[in-house]
Structure formats: C-alpha cells, structure tokens
C-alpha cells in the first residue's frame, strides 16, 4: 500500500500526546498494512524505491483561494488548489510522505476569527486542519506564527498536554490530525520539550527488486521539526518564561542519533526556517546551511523566507556557497521551499537502495522540485490548478463567517482616502498607514529595546496602488465607515513590520532613491512633459509627518533631489539616528535604496502584518479625519516655472480628490490620456 496513511475521525479526539505518540504510530501502521504486509520473500534480496516527500509551507490558513481583505476570490493561492498538487503527486508515486512546514494557523481573517473572533471549540478543528485532514498528513512542525495566538490556543488546537505554565495540561481536544514535532522550544516548566521533538513512522514501501519484480518492504521514517528562535522576541508577551530555544542545529546534534538509534532508516528535518550565509549561531533564523550538515539528516524542507528552493531563474533566490540549484540540494543534501501561500508544492523524489537488510538513501539518484499552481499557457496567459472539489465544503460556514466578519465596520472616515494624487502630494491614504507603523514600533522599542529608547522614531510608507493597471489601480477608500476590509486598500501587500536604525545622511539617501518616481523636468520646454517615471509607485517611500520637511526638485538629476531636508524645524542632523518603521521587504531587500537595507540595521523584525497593524490602529482610534490622519505632508515639489505643462495620468473624474486635498495646483487637461487604461490627463503647476 502506497505510504500515505489514512485517518479516522477517532483519532481528532484523543490527546494530543496519544494522538501523536506510540498508539498513532501503531494505528499509522495497520492503516498501511505494516511490516506484516511485507513481502517476506523479498525482504533479503536487494530492491529500489523512491519515496516522494511532499512539503506545504507557510500556508498561512489560506485554505481558500480567496482574499477576505478584497472580498475576491484570487486563483494565485490557495491550499485548495496545492490539494490538486497533492493528489496528482500521489497518482504519480506510489510512496509518498506529506509534510507541512509550519505557519499554518494565522494569517487570513479567517484564522483571526476562529482564534480571536469567535474562537473555535474544543471539540472542532481548525478550518485548516479540517482542510488539511482531507489529504491525510503525515507530520508537520510549527513555525513562529503558530505562537501568534498564545499557548492556550496552540495547545487546544494541537489536541492538548502540552505541559506549561497558564496552560491545562490535562485538556483533551480536537487537535490537528497528525504528529506536530519540534525539537528546539522546550518547556521552562519541565525543561523537556513542548510537544514531541520527532516522530518515528513505520511504514510499508512499494519497491522493485533487483530482478524486476514488485515487492513491499517496511521502514522507518523519522521526522524532526524546528522553527526559529525569533518566536522569543516576536511573541515574547505570550513566551516569555514559559518557554525557550535551542538552536536547530544543537537541537538536530542531540536527537537525530536517537532517531537513529530508535531505528530510523531515513530522517527528514523539517525547518521553519531558510537560507541566510551568516555565521552560525543559536539564535540563527535561517539556519538551513548549517542544519544540513548535521550527520543523519536525508532530506530537509524549508520554509519561513516565502521563498522557493531550487529556483532555476537566472537569479535564483539563493546563491550561497553549498546550495546547489541544479541539483536541488544543500551541501548535497536534498532540499526543497515551497513558497507561501499554498502557491506551490515541494517534493523531493528520494532515490533509496535496500540492500537486504537496511536502507540508504542515493542523494545523486534524487531530485527536489516545485510544483506551481500557476502556469503559463501557449499563448503565455495565466492558467491556475483547479480547485480540490473536496476542500471548500469543509469550511463552507466558517468561511461565510469569515466575510460577515471582515465586512463589520472598525471605525469611520469623514474624506475619501486615496491615493489618487500621492504622486503630487496628497498624504490622504499614506498618512494613517505611518500612524500606525510609528505607535507600533514606538511601543515595542519603549517596552524592550532600551538601548534605542531614546532615539526618535519615524515612518515611511509608499502609495501602493498608484495606477500601473488603469484607472481603478489607485487605494480609494470612500468617505464613511471603515471595515476591515479596506485595509486591503491602504495596506496592498502582506508584509510585516520591521524597525531599522539609520541616520540622516541614510534618509536623505533613502528619500534620493524614492525620487527615481519623477522624471527629470526641463523648465525651458514648451513641450508637455510627463511628470511620472517608470520607477514603481510602490517603491516612492516618503515621509507624512510635520516633524520631517523636505522638497524634491525634479529639475536635478536623480541623487542631487532633496532640498531643504529638516527635522523639527531644524536642518537634519546627518549623524543622528533614527529608527525608521518600514516593511520586511525594504528592511531587507532596499539595498537600491541604502546600502544598509541588507537586513543588517533591522533592529526589530515584528511577527505582526503591516495590514494588521493598521487595522488595530484605526479601531483604537475610530474617527479618521483629514485633519488628523490625512493632511501632514512632509514633502513638497521645489516652486519652479516651466515653459511648458508638467502632466501625470490618474484615475478618471477626480479632481475633487486634489482639491479636497488642497492641492490647487492641479488641473484636468484631458478626460482620456490615450492608454485605454482608462486614465485621465492632470497638469500640475510646479510653481505653485
């Protein structure tokens, strides 16, 4: 029988220490015929197998292909479409091990409402673990969002037992459906580790013996889960004394052998966590360089990054010495990252030789690969996987639950916040989103970060939505309440908050780098000139804040931008520093902009979603004004007279917008720019 188990509803209901301890191993085994079912003619005789290790990652509760921030659906992701991925891969294998990597319970609405909300029972499952349990998982580990909750909720979710401090060890739930391991976070109460840190799955393989014939042989696959020591700090009102790390590699030093020892034929870690070519150590993120090279380990999934191994582009997203994207391995290990999202799915085809009497693993016969939901066809248009048909229905209620949830209004807005005109001014959609980066940051810096306490704290963000796709590409948020959705509007991306120390001189540098936005001006042409480059609105950082002030002329050459840059009043201090609330991308990937946005001067990488973060602000501070929350402009155009019109495409019949805005400089000089896109002409006078 094929190496995927089945389940029984039975097992949703036993502990979580029963549930994934020596009675689940037994009814795993009889599930799949055991070593009983062996062929025990075979058993002496060399034989061949491929065991085809499947990884979801990063799920982040996106059991639908759907967006409750849009309300739309959106066929790029979705574990309902993985699922399809999942069920091909067990068509094509005849052994298969299905494995989730941790990041599975937060990140949609529907994940906050049944955490939050209205939390689930004990007796029910998660919506993603009700989904999940469709496919029959074998084990998964946790990541750092799976502490998001608290440690009452996760031990409820994982089925109870869980042996710390504030939490009901004796409770009996649900739980999730398969063995949760994690061998790096350990108990303060106990000083044992949290849930199991391994699991050891017998199983029986479909193999081909050296004379051709099909034979069915036992083994014993451990598996072994880490996540990263940043849960400490990210979620440190939930853990802190409760809970502790290790470092994945100590922690894979100490039990990997016992695995062995406890006779496991392969081990496959599973690693919340990526790639990072940084020297070792405990409190490592991304670790997997390292992790691999721990004697014993066969295969390794990953995850954590949102990003995809092997990566056959060009420019693959990791290049570090040891990995090796052809082969999909690192430090020959075999090896795969799946993405987010569901977007796709991992598997590693392990080569595996039976010599008669115990296996090994042919790390040159195997190969690591993703399996995308998304394609292009022929004619280079998107195609999508369909939809899993057995998915949706699991969830059906919860989901429509979920959207009444998102639709309840958090608050209100007395003007329409756009973003119709940032390009020229209007800080109408832009303004709240700093708020509500700067008070998160601010909070977390004063209560943990003494060492920066002192030093003042800003924030940028960018428009976004600024018209790339047409007239309707703009955050257009109407005037009125405010629901939970619009967050969608004034915050587009799921990114999270991250703190970065700089100083002046990197601001000015920054605020250079944003002003690629602007085309350079010719104040002698009589021609109309477009004001607007092909440099991406989302990446025009500013700042909307009376605190900072700063003019940008685009009669310079791009770098020789920024005038008149002050703080409080006073000509910027390029030696003085700053922490600057921003997005984990920039902190991390803006070396076009500093070259310290490598991830080196992030000072705080917060667990929590930009989008969240604006959603918790505007609910503590419900009545949104222009006044308050959408006229501090930081920036203005340098005055400057040109011969001819400075002209910008936006969204149609909005001029209303510029005036409310205050900007009376500008005008409409065309209903239809000629783009098809649906986009109106607007002069702007830069004098003005």
């Keep these: 029988m094929p190496l995927r188990h089945l389940h029984s509803l039975n097992r949703y209901f036993l502990s979580r220490r029963l549930a994934l301890g020596t009675l689940a191993s037994a009814a795993l085994l009889a599930a799949c015929g055991g070593s009983d079912s062996a062929d025990a003619a075979g058993a002496g005789q060399p034989a061949t197998a491929t065991l085809a290790v499947l990884e979801t990652t990063d799920?982040?509760?996106?059991?639908?292909?759907?967006?409750?921030?849009?309300?739309?659906?959106?066929?790029?992701?979705?574990?309902?479409?993985?699922?399809?991925?999942?069920?091909?891969?067990?068509?094509?294998?005849?052994?298969?091990?299905?494995?989730?990597?941790?990041?599975?319970?937060?990140?949609?609405?529907?994940?906050?409402?049944?955490?939050?909300?209205?939390?689930?029972?004990?007796?029910?499952?998660?919506?993603?673990?009700?989904a999940m349990g469709a496919l029959g998982f074998d084990a998964g580990t946790l990541g750092n969002h799976e502490f998001n909750y608290g440690l009452p909720f996760l031990n409820q979710v994982l089925g109870g037992g869980m042996e710390v401090d504030g939490v009901d060890a004796a409770q009996k739930c649900a739980g999730n459906g398969y063995p949760a391991v994690l061998a790096n976070v350990y108990s303060s109460k106990t000083g044992k580790p949290l849930v199991q840190p391994y699991a050891l799955l017998q199983r029986t393989l479909v193999a081909r013996s050296s004379d051709g014939k099909e034979v069915r042989l036992p083994i014993k696959v451990g598996v072994i889960g880490f996540t990263t020591p940043g849960i400490m700090s990210w979620d440190k009102r939930h853990l802190d004394g409760k809970v502790y790390t290790e470092g994945a590699v100590e922690s894979a030093q100490k039990y990997v052998p016992e695995l062995r020892a406890k006779g496991a034929d392969i081990v496959v870690a599973l690693l919340h966590g990526g790639l990072d070519g940084s020297a070792y150590s405990p409190t490592m993120e991304n670790p997997g360089l390292y992790l691999s090279r721990v004697a014993g380990i066969d295969a390794m999934v990953m995850g954590h990054q949102h990003s995809v191994f092997p990566d056959p582009s060009a420019k693959p997203a990791f290049s570090q010495a040891g990995v090796d994207n052809a082969a999909g391995t690192i430090n020959g290990v075999p090896a795969v990252m799946a993405s987010s999202w569901g977007k796709a799915l991992g598997v590693i085809q392990l080569a595996l030789h039976w010599?008669?009497?115990?296996?090994?693993?042919?790390?040159?016969?195997?190969?690591?690969?993703?399996?995308?939901?998304?394609?292009?066809?022929?004619?280079?248009?998107?195609?999508?996987?369909?939809?899993?048909?057995?998915?949706?229905?699991?969830?059906?209620?919860?989901?429509?639950?979920?959207?009444?949830?998102?639709?309840?209004?958090?608050?209100?807005?007395?003007?329409?916040?756009?973003?119709?005109?940032?390009?020229?001014?209007?800080?109408?959609?832009?303004?709240?989103?700093?708020?509500?980066?700067?008070?998160?940051?601010?909070?977390?810096?004063?209560?943990?970060?003494?060492?920066?306490?002192?030093?003042?704290?800003?924030?940028?963000?960018?428009?976004?939505?600024?018209?790339?796709?047409?007239?309707?590409?703009?955050t257009d948020v109407a005037q009125g309440p405010l629901a939970i959705y619009n967050a969608a509007d004034l915050y587009l991306y799921p990114n999270t908050v991250y703190a970065v120390k700089v100083n002046g001189a990197d601001i000015k540098d920054w605020l250079e780098?944003?002003?690629?936005?602007?085309?350079?001006?010719?104040?002698?042409?009589?021609?109309?000139?477009?004001?607007?480059?092909?440099?991406?609105?989302?990446?025009?950082?500013?700042?909307?804040?009376?605190?900072?002030?700063?003019?940008?002329?685009?009669?310079?050459?791009?770098?020789?931008?920024?005038?008149?840059?002050?703080?409080?009043?006073?000509?910027?201090?390029?030696?003085?520093?700053?922490?600057?609330?921003?997005?984990?991308?920039?902190?991390?990937?803006?070396?076009?902009?500093?070259?310290?946005?490598?991830?080196?001067?992030?000072?705080?990488?917060?667990?929590?979603?930009?989008?969240?973060?604006?959603?918790?602000?505007?609910?503590?501070?419900?009545?949104?004004?222009?006044?308050?929350?959408?006229?501090?402009?930081?920036?203005?155009?340098?005055?400057?007279?040109?011969?001819?019109?400075?002209?910008?495409?936006?969204?149609?019949?909005?001029?209303?917008?510029?005036?409310?805005?205050?900007?009376?400089?500008?005008?409409?000089?065309?209903?239809?720019?000629?783009?098809?896109?649906?986009?109106?002409?607007?002069?702007?006078?830069?004098?003005?």
């Design 59 to 130: 799920l982040h509760f996106n059991v639908r292909s759907y967006d409750y921030f849009k309300l739309a659906e959106d066929k790029t992701y979705g574990f309902e479409r993985t699922a399809t991925l999942v069920r091909q891969a067990r068509k094509e294998f005849a052994n298969t091990l299905l494995v989730d990597n941790g990041d599975t319970i937060q990140g949609t609405a529907l994940a906050d409402y049944e955490a939050e909300v209205k939390p689930i029972a004990c007796t029910q499952q998660l919506s993603m673990y009700k």
């Design 355 to 474: 010599d008669g009497k115990a296996w090994s693993v042919d790390k040159s016969g195997s190969k690591s690969e993703l399996r995308n939901i998304q394609a292009k066809d022929a004619a280079g248009a998107n195609v999508f996987v369909d939809a899993d048909p057995a998915v949706a229905p699991l969830i059906e209620s919860q989901h429509q639950a979920a959207i009444q949830y998102v639709k309840t209004p958090i608050g209100s807005t007395d003007f329409r916040m756009s973003t119709l005109f940032a390009d020229v001014g209007d800080p109408g959609a832009i303004q709240i989103v700093n708020q509500a980066q700067q008070a998160h940051v601010a909070e977390y810096v004063q209560a943990n970060l003494p060492q920066y306490a002192q030093l003042p704290v800003l924030s940028v963000s960018a428009p976004f939505k600024s018209g790339f796709q047409g007239g309707k590409d703009f």
């Design 513 to 688: 780098a944003a002003a690629q936005r602007f085309n350079r001006i010719d104040v002698n042409n009589a021609q109309d000139q477009q004001l607007i480059s092909s440099f991406p609105g989302y990446n025009f950082d500013m700042f909307t804040t009376p605190d900072v002030q700063y003019e940008i002329d685009v009669t310079q050459a791009k770098g020789s931008r920024i005038r008149n840059l002050s703080y409080k009043g006073q000509p910027i201090d390029l030696r003085q520093e700053f922490v600057i609330a921003t997005n984990n991308y920039r902190a991390t990937s803006g070396k076009n902009f500093i070259a310290k946005l490598d991830g080196s001067s992030t000072i705080w990488a917060s667990p929590d979603a930009n989008r969240d973060v604006v959603i918790k602000y505007v609910r503590a501070h419900p009545q949104v004004t222009r006044a308050a929350n959408g006229a501090a402009r930081s920036w203005r155009f340098t005055p400057v007279k040109t011969a001819g019109n400075v002209v910008f495409s936006s969204g149609p019949d909005a001029i209303s917008v510029a005036q409310a805005a205050g900007l009376d400089g500008v005008s409409l000089l065309a209903a239809d720019d000629g783009s098809g896109k649906g986009m109106s002409v607007y002069r702007i006078d830069l004098s003005r």
